[in-house]
């Protein structure tokens, strides 16, 4: 009889690791996973997706706020004592009219379809880093300024600084049910507090690019006007420490010296 009310009990209980942003849902706390055997390729089929953190019940901010997402997302979480992952699965009804090309590093976010992140690792609501990956995988990342605006920007209106190129691996595939994509950035890429445990802004954003519609992880709307104010958060992020980038960027030059002979 014990075994039984506990199996019951087991079968009630919520599932701490989903997170359904509509039900506004918007705490996250990740497993930590010590030494990951991911590779990133674009295939989650690591058995450490299974027991990560998943965002889910995206709703669309663009043309329209509030409205359930035209196509679903799911995107897992899990991070480890050197980078944090991110694995995405952006479900398609018409897969074949995705819009994913390969190109230049910062362009894929204008003609493709994507997904982005936002991290805002002083929880300030201020600045966050940015990264974007199309179905293959292209990168695109920078800096969201609240109150930054592009000069000369015809292409976006969107706060974010894209000179600032990080060091992140990405990579992603087409499916017959949509796309995927996998994401780990290392903690050299990023700043943030040295404490013991960090909390940290977050929030997911995906177009559907031949239809125009946005959609995000935690509701955004026009009537607020700071972004990073929306977001959902990532708590309990533990013993992480901030690293130094150093980077070395060798230079070779060569001379040569002699004569013209016999015309060769």
């Known amino acids: 009889m014990t075994a039984l009310l506990l199996a019951v009990a087991l079968a009630a209980a919520p599932d701490t690791l989903q997170f359904v942003g509509k039900d506004l849902q918007l705490e996250v706390a990740p497993p930590r996973v010590e030494s990951p055997a991911i590779r990133i390729d674009g295939v989650l089929d ?11 019940g995206f709703s669309q901010y663009e043309p329209l706020e509030g ?66 990956v199309n179905p293959l995988g292209i990168q695109t990342d920078g800096l969201w300024m609240e ?40 903690y050299v890429s990023l700043r943030f507090r040295p404490a013991p445990v960090q909390n940290w802004g977050l929030n997911v954003a995906r177009e559907v690019k031949r239809r125009g519609f946005k959609q995000s992880w935690a509701p955004l709307t026009r009537n607020v006007a700071s972004t990073l104010a929306q977001s959902g958060r990532l708590v309990g992020l533990r013993d992480l420490r901030p690293k130094r980038l150093v980077e070395l960027n060798p230079v070779t030059t060569g001379k040569r010296l002699g004569q013209v002979a016999d015309g060769r």
Do not use: M
């Not at 991110?86 to 976010?109: C, N, W």
């Open 147 to 186: 109150g930054y605006t592009r000069q000369g920007s015809r292409t976006s209106s969107v706060p974010i600084d894209f000179s600032p190129d990080f060091i992140w691996d990405s990579d992603g595939r087409l499916t017959s049910r949509g796309w995927e994509a996998e994401i780990r950035i290392p």
């Open 46 to 56: 690591e058995p450490e997706w299974e027991n990560a953190a998943t965002l889910s």
């Open 67 to 132: 409205i359930p997402a035209s196509e679903s997302t799911e995107v897992r979480i899990l991070y480890s004592g050197e980078a944090i992952y991110f694995g995405i699965k952006a479900f398609d009804s018409q897969p074949h009219l995705i819009l994913a090309r390969l190109g230049e590093r910062d362009r894929s976010v204008f003609g493709d379809d994507w997904v982005r992140i936002i991290l805002d690792t002083f929880d300030d609501q201020r600045q966050g880093y940015v990264f974007y």
